[in-house]
Nanobody
Framework: QVQLVESGGGLVQAGGSLRLSCAAS????????MGWYRQAPGKQRELVAV???????NYEDSVKGRFTISRDNGKNTVYLEMNSLKAEDTAVYYC???????????????WGQGTQVTVSS
């Protein structure tokens, strides 16, 4: 069993900052890609940012230059630093990890429970 636990969401004014964290725990052998997705009301879930085990990153265009994804492989934790937040960043943010469990050869997708980020204009 693998669990992803997110923290750091909340309410912030436009232009402000938040930092999300997501810690993976359980019978983990290794974690390939980790990332963040978000889902706003009435919209589909979309990719925000992902980071590989080696540190390569990819961002959704609207967050480039404002958000920074990072990870601590020793702690199985991924972070999302969000700056210059806009009202349109309001959404539930979900942590994602491609985890290879102990005794397995291939990774499987795991998701956190989601954390609400609300940006007031």
């Amino acid at each position: 069993q693998v669990q992803l636990v997110e923290s750091g969401g909340g309410l912030v004014q436009a232009g402000g900052s938040l930092r999300l964290s997501c810690a993976a725990s359980g019978s983990i052998l290794s974690i390939n890609v980790m990332g963040w997705y978000r889902q706003a009301p009435g919209k589909q879930r979309e990719l925000v940012a992902v980071i590989t085990k080696g540190g390569s990153t990819n961002y959704e265009d609207s967050v480039k230059g404002r958000f920074t994804i990072s990870r601590d492989n020793g702690k199985n934790t991924v972070y999302l630093e969000m700056n210059s937040l806009k009202a349109e960043d309001t959404a539930v943010y979900y942590c994602y990890a491609d985890v290879v469990r102990v005794g397995e050869r291939r990774g499987n997708d795991y998701w956190g429970q989601g954390t609400q980020v609300t940006v007031s204009s």
